[in-house]
C-alpha cells in the first residue's frame, strides 16, 4: 500500500506538559516516520506512512493527550512522500522518528503552562528508600511542578528557565533524552546531584553553607519541623512566591501571626497534609474535594467541621474567628510535601497590602518583623504567583494552577474589525489584568488572564502590576493597539493606563465597572449577543453619573438588532434598575466602619432603626458630624450599593458587637459575617437544601428593601432568622425586578456577576426564585465574580468598541 505524508499544526497549551516526547512515544508504537517539534506559537508534527497507521497515530496522540495538555486548534495539510521507509533493508525495523529542537516563529506565541501539583508518580517516587530521588524536595516530571514561575521566555525549553542555574548531571541527562521515560524533555527535572539547594535561615544561629545531599536536606527539613512544632512562625518559600506559616492547633502561634501581620481577623488559609486530614477540619461535597485534589490544588473554602475548633481542636479558634467557614488546600510542592504532617496555616508571605514576597532578598527584608526563621531555596522564581482561592465551585481567586490559561472570547455573528491587541488593566482591588493577542478567520481571540496581583493602592503591588504587564506582553509578543480601564478616576489602574496611552499614542477606553462585570460573565458563557439581563452586585463601582453604584440590573445587547431581526450586539447597555439610592458620605471611612453607613442609609430611607445600639459609644461626637453633614448635604454622594446595604444588615443584626471601635479589619468582614450568621438559621433547621420552602424559615413580607430594614429590626425572631429572612427576601425582589427586565427585554438569559454573587445564601434564594419563574441563572464558574475577573469584561468591551469605531 503506498504511503502518504501529513503536517498536523497544534495549539492550544502543548508547552511544558510532554507534548513533544507524548507523541515520539506514540509514533514508536506505530509504523510511521517523522518528526515533531514547536516554536513559539505551535507544535508541528510531520508524519508518513501508510494511510491507516497514520491515521491510527494521530488519533492516539489527540486521545491519549497529556493531562496537562489542552488542544485549542488544529490544522491539517498533506505533503509530499520522502523517499520511503527510514531503513528498507529492515522491513521489521521500526521507522524513524525525532524530537527536533526548538524554533523561533513570528506571530504570538503557544500558551503558557500553569504550575501544577506534584503529581503521584513522583510521590511515590520521593517516599520510597530505594528510588535516588527519595526525600528530595524539588522533584517533578513532564506531569507535574512548576511551569509558569520559572518561565523567562518561550519557546518553553530549560534555557528559557530559571532552571538554567542547574546543568543536568548525567543521570537525569539521561531521563531527558530517553523517549520512554517520563521526565523525557521535562525541563525543570533535578535531583539531589544537580537540583536546588535547600537551607534554614534561624536569626542568632549561622547560616549554614548549602549542601545538596540527602542528609543535609532532611536535617533542615526536621529542624523546620521541629520550629513549628514549638510555635515558630516560618516564612517558607515554594513554587510561586513565600508563605507564612504555623500550627494551625496553636492559638498562641495563630493570634502571633495575626498580631505581627496586622491582621485581626481576616481569615487565614490552612494546608493538610492530605485529603482525609482536610476532611476531618471542614465538609468536602464531591464538588469541592474534586477541586481540593486536582492538579491546580487550589484553596477550597468549606464549612467548618463543628469539633474542627473543639475541646481537642486540630484548628486554632482565630484560624477564622467569626466565620463558619475554613480555607484549606493540600500540599501541592515536593517541599510542602515533606514539611507538613499536620495542618498548618499558610497564608501569602507579604506585608499587609503589598504584592507576593517571591525572592530570598526581598522576603528577608519585608518579612523580617513577622517570621521567626526562613526557609529557603536558590531555584528561582520569575512569575509571582498566589494560591488560587474557591468557595464550592466559584472561583474568589484564580491564580496558581489555572493563570494564565486563556479565556476564548466569543464573536458575535457579524464580525468587524476590531483592535488586534488589547490590554485591559482590571481594578484597583483583587486586580488582575488580562492582554487578547486577537484570533484568526474572523474569532475574536483569548483573554490571557494574569496571576492574582492584589490590592492597587500600594506602591510594591503598583510597581509588580507594571512588571507583570511587561513580562506577559512580552511573552506573548504583543504591542496593545488599545488599552481599556475602569472609569474611576481615582483608581491607580487608571491613571497607569492613562500614562501608558500617553507613553504609547495608542487608543484608550474607559469602561463602567458594572458592565464590564456583566460582559466578563457573558464571556464565560460564549455569548456574544444580547439581549441579556445581569444583576451586577457589589460594593463599590463608578457610575456614569459620577454616583457610586453597586446593586444594579443592566440590560446588555438591548438594542433592535438589524431589521432582519438579528439580536443586539453587547457593546449597547442601559441601566434597567438598581436599588434605591442613599446619601452616602465619609468615603473609605464609612466604608471600614459600617456603623456609619448605617446612619447613612437610616437618614436616607427614614428607617426606625436603632441606630443607638450599632454605634459605639466613644463615637458621639463622630455620629453627631456626620448627621451634620447628611443634614447639610456636604461631601455627600448618592450610592446604590448592595454591598454597603449588606453591612448596614450586619451591624444592625449585631454584627459588629466584636469589632474595635466598630471597624472591619478586611473587605466585605460584616456581609460575611452577616452571612454565617444568617446559615446558623439554615443549621439549626436542618434546612440547607430547600431553605426558601421551608415552614419553619417566617417568610418576609417586605416589597421593597427599606422594609426589609424594618423586619430585620423587629425583635419577634432570633437574630439569626431575621438575617435568613433578610437574605431571602432581599432575593426574591431582586429576582422579580431580573424577571420584569427579562420579559421586558424578550430574552430568557440572565445572570448575576460582583462581589455580591459570592454570597451563598443569596444566591441560592435568588436561583430557586428565578427558577420558579422559568428562569435559569448564569453564574460564574471560570472567572471570579468579583474585581479578579473584572478585566475580561473590560477586554470584551474593547472588542465592542473596536467594532463600533473601526
Known amino acids: 500500500m503506498s504511503e502518504i505524508r501529513r503536517e498536523h499544526l497544534l495549539r492550544g497549551v502543548i508547552q511544558g506538559v510532554g507534548f513533544r516526547p507524548h507523541v515520539a512515544a506514540v509514533a514508536a508504537r506505530h509504523r510511521v516516520s517523522g518528526f515533531c517539534g514547536n516554536d513559539d506559537r505551535e507544535v508541528f508534527i510531520e508524519v508518513q506512512g501508510v494511510p491507516a497507521e497514520v491515521d491510527a497515530f494521530i488519533t492516539q496522540v489527540l486521545g491519549d493527550a497529556p493531562p496537562l495538555a489542552r488542544i485549542l486548534g488544529h490544522e491539517v495539510r498533506e505533503l509530499p512522500v520522502r523517499g520511503g521507509r527510514a531503513d528498507d533493508s529492515d522491513a521489521d525495523a521500526a521507522p524513524a522518528f525525532e524530537i527536533l529542537e526548538s524554533r523561533r516563529a513570528e506571530g504570538a506565541p503557544t500558551l503558557l503552562p500553569p504550575d501544577v501539583a506534584t503529581c503521584p508518580d513522583c510521590l511515590a517516587e520521593m517516599r520510597d528508600p530505594g528510588n535516588r530521588r527519595f526525600g528530595h524536595p524539588f522533584i517533578t516530571c513532564v506531569n507535574c511542578g512548576p511551569r509558569l514561575t520559572i518561565i523567562e521566555d518561550v519557546p518553553y525549553d530549560r534555557p528559557n528557565t530559571t532552571m538554567r542555574e542547574f546543568p543536568l548531571c548525567p543521570a537525569c541527562a539521561a531521563e531527558y533524552s530517553d523517549p520512554g521515560d517520563r521526565r523525557h524533555h521535562a525541563q525543570p527535572i533535578s535531583c539531589f546531584d544537580c537540583g536546588p539547594r535547600l537551607w534554614l535561615e534561624e536569626p542568632g ?32 518559600k515554594g513554587i510561586g512566591g513565600f508563605h507564612l506559616m504555623c500550627d494551625a492547633a496553636n492559638e498562641h502561634a495563630v493570634a502571633e501571626l495575626r498580631r505581627r501581620k496586622h491582621r485581626p481577623a481576616k481569615p487565614f488559609a490552612v494546608m493538610a497534609p492530605d485529603a482525609g486530614a482536610a476532611q476531618r477540619l471542614a465538609e468536602f461535597g464531591d464538588t469541592e474535594l474534586a477541586l481540593l485534589t486536582s492538579p491546580a490544588h487550589p484553596i477550597v473554602i468549606a464549612p467548618l467541621r463543628p469539633d474542627a475548633t473543639g475541646s481537642a481542636p486540630e484548628l486554632a479558634p482565630s484560624v477564622a474567628p467569626g466565620l463558619g467557614d475554613v480555607g484549606v488546600m493540600l500540599p501541592y510542592s515536593p517541599l510542602h510535601e515533606l514539611l507538613v504532617d499536620k495542618p498548618l496555616v499558610a497564608t501569602s508571605g507579604n506585608p499587609p497590602g503589598e504584592a507576593l514576597c517571591h525572592d530570598n532578598a526581598s522576603a528577608r527584608e519585608r518579612l523580617a518583623h513577622i517570621a521567626d526563621a526562613f526557609l529557603l531555596h536558590d531555584r528561582g522564581i520569575h512569575v509571582p504567583v498566589e494560591d488560587s482561592v474557591f468557595l464550592g465551585a466559584r472561583p474568589v481567586r484564580r491564580s496558581r494552577g489555572f493563570a494564565p490559561l486563556p479565556l476564548p472570547l466569543p464573536s458575535p455573528r457579524d464580525d468587524g474589525p476590531s483592535p488586534r491587541h488589547i490590554l485591559a488593566v482590571g481594578g484597583e482591588l483583587k486586580n488582575t489584568f488580562a492582554v487578547v493577542d486577537g484570533g484568526d478567520d474572523g474569532d475574536a481571540g483569548m483573554a490571557h488572564v494574569s496571576p492574582h496581583i492584589g490590592d492597587m493602592r500600594s506602591a510594591v503591588t503598583q510597581a509588580t502590576f507594571g512588571e507583570s504587564v511587561e513580562r506577559m506582553l512580552a511573552m506573548r509578543r504583543v504591542a496593545p493597539d488599545l488599552v481599556v480601564h475602569d472609569l474611576h478616576p481615582d483608581y491607580a489602574t487608571t491613571a497607569w493606563a492613562e500614562r501608558y496611552w500617553d507613553e504609547r499614542g495608542i487608543q484608550l477606553l474607559g469602561v463602567q465597572h458594572h458592565y464590564a462585570h456583566a460582559l466578563a460573565l457573558l464571556a464565560e458563557h460564549g455569548i456574544a ?8 452586585l457589589d460594593g463599590t463601582g463608578y457610575g456614569t453619573d459620577g454616583t457610586i453604584w453597586g446593586g444594579e440590573i443592566l440590560t446588555v445587547g438591548c438594542d433592535d438588532g438589524d431589521e432582519d431581526g438579528s439580536r443586539g450586539d453587547l457593546w449597547s447597555w442601559s441601566r434597567t434598575w438598581h436599588v434605591p439610592a442613599f446619601a452616602f458620605a465619609g ?33 458621639t461626637t463622630e455620629r453627631a458630624l456626620l448627621e451634620s453633614q447628611l443634614a447639610a448635604g456636604v461631601g455627600v454622594v ?30 466585605a468582614q460584616a456581609a460575611m459575617e452577616f452571612e454565617h450568621l444568617a446559615q446558623t438559621a439554615l443549621d439549626e433547621m436542618d434546612a440547607k437544601s430547600d431553605f426558601a420552602a421551608s415552614p419553619t424559615v417566617p417568610t418576609s413580607t417586605a416589597t421593597t428593601i427599606p422594609e426589609l430594614f424594618q423586619e430585620l429590626a423587629h425583635p419577634e425572631y432570633s ?24 420579559e421586558t427585554a424578550d430574552t430568557a438569559i440572565v445572570g448575576v456577576t460582583g462581589g455580591c454573587a459570592l454570597n451563598r445564601i443569596l444566591m441560592s434564594a435568588l436561583r430557586d426564585d428565578l427558577a420558579a419563574r422559568g428562569l435559569t441563572l448564569l453564574e460564574h464558574r471560570v472567572v471570579p465574580a468579583n474585581d479578579g475577573g473584572l478585566a475580561v469584561g473590560q477586554a470584551m468591551a474593547g472588542l465592542r468598541a473596536g467594532r463600533e469605531t473601526s
Not at 449577543?529 to 445581569?534: C, F, H, L, Q
Not at 442609609?601 to 466613644?618: F, H, K, N, T
Open 587 to 619: 468615603g473609605d471611612r464609612s466604608v471600614e466602619r459600617p456603623w456609619r453607613t448605617a446612619v447613612c442609609i437610616a437618614r436616607s430611607w427614614g428607617l426606625d432603626v436603632p441606630l443607638d445600639a450599632v454605634v459605639p459609644a466613644e463615637a
Open 529 to 536: 449577543e444580547g439581549p441579556a439581563v445581569i444583576a451586577a
Open 719 to 742: 437574630s439569626s432568622v431575621r438575617a435568613l429572612r433578610f437574605h431571602v427576601g432581599l432575593a426574591r425582589i431582586i429576582g422579580e425586578r431580573m424577571a420584569l427586565a427579562a
Open 638 to 667: 448618592k450610592s446604590t450599593s448592595l454591598g454597603r446595604i449588606f453591612d448596614t444588615a450586619a451591624v444592625i443584626a449585631g454584627c459588629g458587637a466584636k469589632w474595635d471601635d466598630g471597624a472591619v479589619s478586611y473587605e
Open 205 to 236: 544561629a549561622p547560616t549554614p553553607e548549602p549542601d545538596r545531599s540527602p542528609e543535609f536536606m532532611a536535617a533542615t527539613i526536621a529542624r523546620a519541623r521541629e520550629l513549628l512544632d514549638d510555635g515558630a512562625i516560618l516564612a517558607v
